[in-house]
Structures are given as structure tokens and as C-alpha cells.
T-cell receptor, first 115, second 111 residues
Framework: DVKVTQSSRYLVKRTGEKVFLECVQDMDHENMFWYRQDPGLGLRLIYF???????EKGDIPEGYSVSREKKERFSLILESASTNQTSMYLC??????????????FGPGTRLLVL | SQKIEQNSEALNIQEGKTATLTCNYT??????LQWYRQDPGRGPVFLLLIRENEKEKRKERLKVTFDTTLKQSLFHITASQPADSATYLC??????????FGQGTTLQVKP
């Protein structure tokens, strides 16, 4: 079974702090994603990566950055946390090739509270 | 712009009945559509995938239909159980390695 793990289930940070969210997958998937999920807004894509050291902006990248130094690990960084970044953060991975179907495997999520 | 719509109102049904959830989309022609289940405080879990050339797909008590003319997918759970209570998300392929998710519909099955 694919396993996607996230470094923390719950996190409380203060405004202005730099926050690191880590995600690791064990299935050698090429693609990794970071979403945030808020009530009424659904899943919104922040950043994704097709390969090591590659990254693409999603729909809401402002205030975030990412790092993918190893294939299995994808980190989301909040450079200076703000209260409007309080949310549930979900990491996902998938293997996808042009013309093939993609299924995403999600981690358990990190619920971040910024005070 | 591409848009996916799922009923934002929760669906409440009695145990044993069939639950039907709807996913509508506009301005897009996906090659396939997926349904995920999400429990509170957890990440979504993949349930079923249906391709554009398939009308219907079944898996145990689950059935998905895909009408590319109506731009709609229906997700059915037959003989529903309280354990089926969750939020169900539909997702379309973005043909770029990205999936586009709907907001989800919460299903509550009452014993």
C-alpha cells in the first residue's frame, strides 16, 4: 500500500514564524502536491512537483514556497506565517504519465493554527 | 473557466436506502473522473475512477455513472450504512498531472 506521511498532525505557530511542513511518500511516485482545505472552499492546490528539484505553482501559491531535494520528500514552507494561513494542509503523491490515469494518495493532513 | 459543482448541502438518508451524490462540471472535457471519500480530520481516499468512454462503473455497493453530454457524474451507494457517513469528493483530470477537485458533499446515514 502507498503510504504518505506528514510530519505533524497538529501544529500551533505564531504570526511571523517560519513554518515547515514535511511530507514523505514511500512509493517512488514522481508527482507530489500540497493542498490546503478550508470549509466551503474545498481542496485548493498550492504547489506541485513533477520531479526532484522541480516545482510548479498551483492556484494559491502566495505566501508559500516548496522544496523537493529528494524524490520521496516534499516540503511546504510558510515564510512568515499569518493568521489567514490557518488551515488543514494535505500532501498527496501520484505517478502519472501522459495518457495514463492518475490517482492521488493523500497523507493524513496537518491542521495548522496560526495565532 | 473550469468549474466543478457538488451539492454543498449535506445529504441525510436512512440506513438501507440508496444515496445518490451529484458532480457537475462546466467548460471542460475530462478524460476521466474520480470519486474520493474523506473522513473528518483525514485525507481523501480514492474510491473509483470512470473513463469518458465508460457509462457506468461498479465496486461492491458503489456505482458511478458518467454522462459526458450532460457533463455530470452520479455516485450511488446502495444499502447505505452509518459507516458510509463521510464527505465525498469528485475530481476531474486536468490532463497535466493535476486533478481538479469539487468541494465535496457530506453524507450522513442515520441508523
Amino acid at each position: 500500500d502507498v503510504k504518505v506521511t506528514q510530519s505533524s498532525r497538529y501544529l500551533v505557530k505564531r504570526t511571523g514564524e517560519k513554518v515547515f511542513l514535511e511530507c514523505v511518500q514511500d512509493m517512488d511516485h514522481e508527482n507530489m502536491f500540497w493542498y490546503r482545505q478550508d470549509p466551503g472552499l474545498g481542496l485548493r492546490l498550492i504547489y506541485f512537483s513533477y520531479d526532484v528539484k522541480m516545482k510548479e505553482k498551483g492556484d494559491i501559491p502566495e505566501g508559500y514556497s516548496v522544496s523537493r531535494e529528494k524524490k520521496e520528500r516534499f516540503s511546504l514552507i510558510l515564510e512568515s506565517a499569518s493568521t489567514n494561513q490557518t488551515s488543514m494542509y494535505l500532501c498527496a503523491s501520484s505517478t502519472w504519465r501522459q495518457g495514463m490515469e492518475e490517482t492521488q494518495y493523500f497523507g493524513p493532513g496537518t491542521r495548522l493554527l496560526v495565532l | 473557466s473550469q468549474k466543478i459543482e457538488q451539492n454543498s448541502e449535506a445529504l441525510n438518508i436512512q440506513e438501507g436506502k440508496t444515496a445518490t451524490l451529484t458532480c457537475n462540471y462546466t467548460n471542460y472535457s475530462p478524460a476521466y473522473l474520480q470519486w474520493y471519500r474523506q473522513d473528518p480530520g483525514r485525507g481523501p481516499v480514492f474510491l473509483l475512477l470512470i473513463r469518458e468512454n465508460e457509462k457506468e462503473k461498479r465496486k461492491e455497493r458503489l456505482k458511478v455513472t458518467f454522462d459526458t453530454t450532460l457533463k455530470q457524474s452520479l455516485f450511488h451507494i446502495t444499502a447505505s450504512q452509518p459507516a458510509d457517513s463521510a464527505t465525498y469528493l469528485c475530481a476531474l483530470d486536468g490532463n497535466t498531472g493535476k486533478l481538479i477537485f469539487g468541494q465535496g458533499t457530506t453524507l450522513q446515514v442515520k441508523p
